[in-house]
């Protein structure tokens, strides 16, 4: 069985595994006052094009708590947060925003994507309402790049959202679970330290992009940063062995590593994009990251899923599903290969 | 200025002032352990049709209240609510049931109903997930009798979500805020004893039919009331002078003053209907109760809003608007001949 | 039986139920917008020595609904109320202020009042802490005053507390659901504007004071107040018939009634103290406001106890308890007439 | 520097590094549904001497996450947890259980253990308490074996505590975050089957010894499970590569390794506590775990701290402190030779 159903089915790149051997008894400080999380934070800094004191820099250990304990940081308690409404906090995270007590104000969207226009119509309708203190305030702006729908918002994009966000005083919250995937897709118009102006905070995924677990938070409005730490503890996402997270993000971003397994993944994802658009596939999103949403009749998918593993997405029609496959750090080329021959022999 | 625009625009119904009048000196104990809570719990499982240990009672101040510590209590921490998305926990409480910990899950209707069908396959699509544990799980259902647009749920529609969330182990919560305007009006199928049967816990509203403040919470599936005392205290929505809530239910309905004046609003509403429909409009919601929402010309509510106030609702095209009139036990008989005199005048 | 076990045991002062009856019917907006509650926030901004634009003052329904509305209010989500342990928040509200996420630094006292140099020792305790990440920040200071051991901070006590608390930034917030028995004490050296000058948020009790319900919240550092009112309908606690509240306030401040009534109370408790130190008894605090703790013999109680309520406190030794008799706003002549013969007749 | 000053300095036991390389590039499911965890689990259930179907086993990241996630998975909203207010759920978690709504029941202690006489008291204070609607009701039981104080329940002091619970419906959770070291010391007479048998809930610690983190946590009272999946997920504790957790435990458990290097650090711990024994030093506590908390002289400190680290406690008296030393799993012989060579030079 080939995995393709998610991107995160290994345990780490060999090079971390081989670097926390290496480190694996030298002792540290905890909670991520130690040199290896001291080290990382700089390298992510550089890379982000940031000035050592515009920003604060966070390890933690997976997208749901960052996300939570962000959120949870960020909003007055009659606050809500805007996101799409198919963005990871309003679907797949069990309520864990709402348990720190916050609405998700979800938008219907087509493809996953907030707009300004989205955003600045939510706020409006706020403002307008003569009943405003009996509904939730819009607190702040979350989206996800990449998209759960595999997409990028351009720059021209997401200038927008930025901009409407810093007129309205909404800080502007970017997931970036898959960030790696998205930076390095052809259809990317975006730096990384263009992201890091434009955004307030955002995280630089770690979990699905060849670290063992760890999302690096990164708060370029400082003011917003202020108590987090005591926020993770609080919400019991502060890991004693803070090191361990210092050691991965080192790893990856001392020489480039977390940017060249990204653009392989992406690569074998356009591969198999290709293989099933040549056979007349249409997508349910036009996604040119790692995660590919062909749409299959249903006795193509009974023979595929013998050897390949996929998630399924969406029925679409009596014969029809919209499935996903996923690409990473960790698929091999010889997995690629054979999917892509079982595809051209459906 | 004739004031159409909410049912809770005056203070109470006078046989109330005048019995806080009558017994305001009259020492009791504190949080509703009092007689008059004590006569007023019976007189409501009176009519309620239910035998003496087979419900608990508790007298509350308000509706947001209500509802925010019903759900609070019935729900376990990682479990949501059904609503329509029109329902007032969705839209207009500030977010209080997701300050509990709680999702809102909000089902888009056209009318505000929600149906057994909608409940049955929210679960389904919950229990065929396969990645159940990151969603939210649904715990309860809550409607609102009528609803914010007006409507009842029939025997048949009521009986068939009883039905369906008894099978389903769900709570049936029924948010009675203007319940005796349901009762009452010649829309309904349905009697007292019969939602008593159908529903898990609802309440009976005061607020907006006559009291100055006061919802009677009944529960008739007892080992959901285990505790709600404490829960009461435990969100601030124990009233120290519980008395005050007891003599105004005790009032109410020791000789069916309740439905009286309810029976006289909702007609008043029917008269105002039956004007504007004599001069062609439209309505947004067939509503056979209190509230009522005529789409009117924008010309027209110009020169209404100089007399009478109404609540706006939504624009419905480039002239026209839908907008709300309610009656209550307050409406004056003149108020409701000048607006229908006026209506004629338009 | 005469009911001394509580300061709410009848419902209002008659000059309320009478003004209640009066403007029954006039027609208002809800939710504290209506010009009863304008008046009323106008007669208390005055009596507190305050510009109108140097304060905000929200009415409420009862004190745990205010105190834990302004704690959830003030604190971030890893901050907690620093309170005596005896303090209400922390003995006798079903923990609604852990409920919504906030820890109460409970400080033991032997008397129920903290001092300046407390405050500043859990201050310093956290900030030399190495480990302050891991413990709760102090992030206000929760008094009551009178305390729930009837005494008073003097003048010169709570200038010092105010002073640490503005230096270390910690908000000062006074419960005063007695404020008014303290303000006619004999004991008191403070007058109503020294008070809102000392203090950041404070409450003005009604309930223990003459109304049926309400407590007269004050911000005098006005960007605490920011967001209140969504805050007020986001835990339940904004009455949708506001004016109740201020028809009540505006009754009790517009002569001065609220302080007659109050010292009368307090007249009446120093008579019962009078006749307990009069027959040799010891008192569990010196309290010199409506809440006398007599230390009596179990036999005496169980005499007095067949004609008059009073609230059992503590054991103090084996044949004798501490109990609680309270004054209040009701309290009638001949009541205390009738327990001071049965006192000097034990 | 040799380090002292907690058992978490050094990343994990080497045999997990290695298998963690071994395993790093197999394919798995996600959230702790793959093999690995499965294998884990089931040497945890032997070890415990549970029967497959009376256990339910989940492996998390860490202490703080673990018992915040228990504690708001078995309290309805008006309940408390009893600790012993040297709990660290009381004092260094940044008020995490607060924040899922719940009060700390903290009681003093002399050594930071609970009795069941204790627990009674509390449970029988809420039961004779005519105003309990008012309290918080006390709705389990939290300890940690060994204590913060590296002290030991006995098997009678368990043993009592258990029954009390079981009788007043209390579950009993023991945080083991040090568990291993406890069942190693020397003073143990408790077995892990016991553990089991006694506790409702409790959880062998991981992140203390030896591993990268992780707390395996095992219910015995099955019906406390339910949902608890879905908790972790809601409060953002289920690790996406749950395998990490698995084969860590897996390794640790399959031949005893977790037994053998818990023993050894204690043996370094006694080592350590004889030299200060001989020296002539009081200890604050009893210990006979890897945690040891001798009272020194400042002058010895001084000395001690330039090659030492080492936790500082608390101050005893003008010239002295306690302080805490601790060895770990990690710990390497020569660091103890040289403690113990400058304890008997000083």
């Not at 805007?82 to 219907?108: F, M, R, W, Y």
């Not at 226009?117 to 307008?128: N, P």
């Not at 926020?231 to 993000?249: E, W």
Request: glycine share 8%.
């Amino acid at each position: 069985m080939f995995r393709f159903e998610c991107d995160y089915s290994e345990s780490c790149h060999p090079a971390i595994i081989e670097r926390l051997a290496e480190t694996n008894l030298i002792q540290s400080p905890g909670y991520g006052e130690d040199a290896f999380c001291e080290a990382a934070r700089e390298l992510l800094r550089r890379d982000c094009g940031l000035e050592p004191n515009a920003c604060a820099i966070h390890l933690m250990i997976g997208g749901t708590q960052t996300n939570l304990t962000v959120i949870a940081s960020l909003l007055r308690p009659y606050q809500g947060v805007i996101s799409a409404d198919s963005g990871h906090i309003n679907t797949h995270e069990t309520g864990a925003v709402e348990a720190t007590g916050h609405k998700v104000l979800a938008l219907p969207t087509k493809d996953g994507k907030l707009s300004a226009e989205m955003v600045q119509a939510v706020y409006d309708a706020y403002q307008d309402d003569v009943t405003k203190e009996h509904i939730v305030q819009p607190g702040m702006v979350y989206i996800s790049w990449p998209t759960e729908t595999g997409l990028l918002y351009t720059k021209e994009e997401l200038s927008a959202l930025s901009r409407t966000c810093r007129k309205l005083g909404l800080p502007l919250f970017l997931d970036g679970a898959r960030l790696g995937y998205g930076l390095m897709s052809s259809a990317c118009d975006l730096t990384l330290p263009e992201i890091a102006q434009l955004c307030d905070v955002f995280y630089i995924g770690g979990t699905k992009q060849g670290l063992m677990m760890g999302e690096a938070l990164v708060f370029t409005d400082l003011k917003l940063s202020n108590g987090f730490r005591s926020m993770m503890k609080n919400r019991g996402g502060m890991l004693a062995k803070g090191r361990l997270l210092g050691i991965q993000f080192q790893t990856m971003f001392e020489d480039g590593l977390y940017y060249r397994i990204a653009r392989q993944a992406d690569e074998y994802a356009m591969e198999i994009r290709s293989a099933f658009a040549a056979r007349g596939c249409d997508f349910l999103y036009p996604s040119m990251s790692n995660q590919q949403f062909p749409i299959l009749p249903d006795a193509w998918l009974a023979k595929l899923e013998k050897d390949f593993a996929y998630s399924f997405w969406q029925r679409v029609d009596e014969s029809h599903c919209a499935v996903r496959f996923c690409t990473s750090w960790g698929t091999q080329p010889e997995a690629v290969e054979q999917l892509i021959a079982a595809i051209r022999a459906l």
